[in-house]
């Protein structure tokens, strides 16, 4: 191998550890870190500097572990009805306007049709919100299912949809963009139809 490919090998494993660090989610740091660790051993084997290669096997298994505890560990969530008029709630889609506007490219920030609402929360935190309008059949059209950058593992959804059912809920409905969202949706049970996304409860 040419001393350049060598370098790149070397620049790449560097940077995704140093990319890894910027990451709001810990899974996904941990991953990040444990690729660009993985290729940069490769890269101190290859320089023979053994002592990188010792440390950077190391931070992988440090990496692993902590996933695998991560996995197994049930967070502790609880449910809390809400309505678009709560100061809390106000303040909450304000402060995250600018995060909620790239995970839904095109959405209308203002909620006030919205007429029923919920809150996951995690210990005593706001973790994400549900708003939405409640239509015929026990249906409910989503204007918003966000979660903050540090729950977008599926979780939150996952416990909110088995919570709702309880106050007659049947189905949910989503038409806005997919753009970002595709995977949460498919994960966590929505049809796609014509011009929307269904799931029943």
């Known amino acids: 191998m040419t001393n350049s490919f060598i370098e ?3 620049y790449l494993g560097s940077s995704l550890v140093l990319v890894s660090f910027l990451m709001a989610s ?12 993985v290729i940069f051993t490769i890269y101190a084997f290859i320089i ?15 990496n692993i572990y902590y996933l695998v505890k991560l996995s197994n560990t049930s967070v502790d969530y609880t449910c809390i009805k809400i309505s678009t008029d709560d100061s809390v709630v106000k303040h909450f889609i304000n ?26 929360m995690h210990e005593g935190t706001p973790a994400g919100i549900l708003l939405g309008k409640k239509e015929a ?21 996952k416990f909110l949809y088995s ?24 994960k966590l049970g929505f049809i796609r139809n014509e011009s929307y996304y269904k799931k029943t409860l």
Not at 27 to 37: F, M, T
Not at 95 to 117: H, L, M, W
Not at 137 to 157: A, E, H, K, M, T
């Open 95 to 120: 402060y995250y306007t600018e995060d909620i506007a790239k995970c839904f490219p095109g959405i209308d920030v203002n909620f006030e049709s919205a007429d029923i609402g919920y809150a996951v």
């Open 8 to 10: 790149m090998i070397g």
């Open 48 to 62: 023979h500097s053994y002592p990188t290669a010792i440390m950077n096997i190391c931070l992988v298994l440090i």
């Open 137 to 157: 059949d026990d249906n409910v059209d989503i204007l918003l299912d966000y979660s903050i950058p540090q729950y977008r593992d599926f979780s939150i959804g």
């Open 26 to 37: 810990v899974a996904k740091l941990r991953i990040v870190n444990s690729i660009g660790s």
């Open 163 to 186: 919570k709702i059912p309880a106050d007659g809920i049947k189905s949910l409905t989503y038409r806005g963009s997919d753009t970002n969202h595709k995977a949460y949706l498919k």
